[in-house]
């Protein structure tokens, strides 16, 4: 079965800066996919950025990015010029390909990120 | 385009009772995902259907069932709840065909059980 875990329960960041959230997964499998979600208060989850791990070329959307490293079976998530509306949980997730077309995630804990002004 | 819609948001409920939980996906997607988030437990994966047919599910116990429509709206239901059961219930929707779909989720349930 897969996992995810996530080392950092919580992470801050003053506004403007960087921060990177760390991630890493145990899977046999050799394609799958990899998210971060983000719950803020409201509970809503939103998806923020994925990755296909048959790509080599690491994914970004706007101030996120990902570092991902197969062969380590890591999956970082860096955010650049922090925003106060960056607070939220943050939550890595994997996604097997295929299984019948399965949409079903494996989540890790969570990071829980407060951006200080 | 509405999203992804869970009714009822809040619900507390006496140990030994059952509940049954809503969820109508966004226009379009076929497949419905449930998850139970628990502080201790974090998010973990309920069941899925996939036009009214269970695809895939989660290690629960037979006390969690589900279902979904013709017009792939879903239901779960917990019977003879117990404490441990109090959660944040979400749902997630997607079209449930080709290699990726993102998933979109519903604002979910707070389950409360006393």
């Known amino acids: 079965a897969q996992t995810v875990t996530q080392s950092q329960p919580e992470m801050s960041v003053q506004e403007a800066e960087t921060v990177t959230l760390s991630c890493t997964y145990d899977t046999s499998e050799s394609d799958y996919y990899l998210f971060w979600y983000k719950q803020p208060p409201s509970r809503q989850m939103i998806l923020v950025i994925r990755?296909?791990?048959?790509?080599?070329q690491n994914a970004t959307e706007n101030r996120f990015s990902v570092n991902f490293q197969k062969a380590a079976k890591s999956f970082s998530l860096k955010i650049s010029d922090s925003q106060l509306g960056d607070a939220a949980m943050y939550f890595c997730a994997y996604r097997s390909y295929g299984q019948g077309g399965s949409e079903k995630l494996v989540f890790g804990k969570g990071t829980k990120l407060t951006v200080n002004p | 385009k509405a999203g992804v819609t869970q009714t009822p948001r809040y619900l507390i409920k006496t140990r030994g009772q059952q509940v049954t939980l809503s969820c109508s996906p966004i226009s379009g997607h076929r497949s419905v995902s449930w998850y139970q988030q628990t502080p201790g437990q974090g998010l973990q994966f309920l069941f899925e259907?996939?036009?009214?047919?269970?695809?895939n599910k989660g290690n629960f116990p037979g006390r969690f069932s589900g279902r979904q429509f013709s017009n792939s709206r879903s239901e779960m239901n917990v019977s003879t709840l117990e404490l441990g059961d109090s959660a944040l219930y979400l749902c997630?929707?997607?079209?449930?065909?080709?290699?990726?779909?993102?998933?979109?989720f519903g604002q979910g349930t707070r389950l409360t059980v006393v």
């Open positions: 997630a929707s997607s079209l449930g065909i080709g290699p990726v779909t993102e998933a979109f």
């Open positions: 259907y996939f036009s009214e047919t269970q695809r």
């Open positions: 990755q296909e791990a048959y790509k080599q």
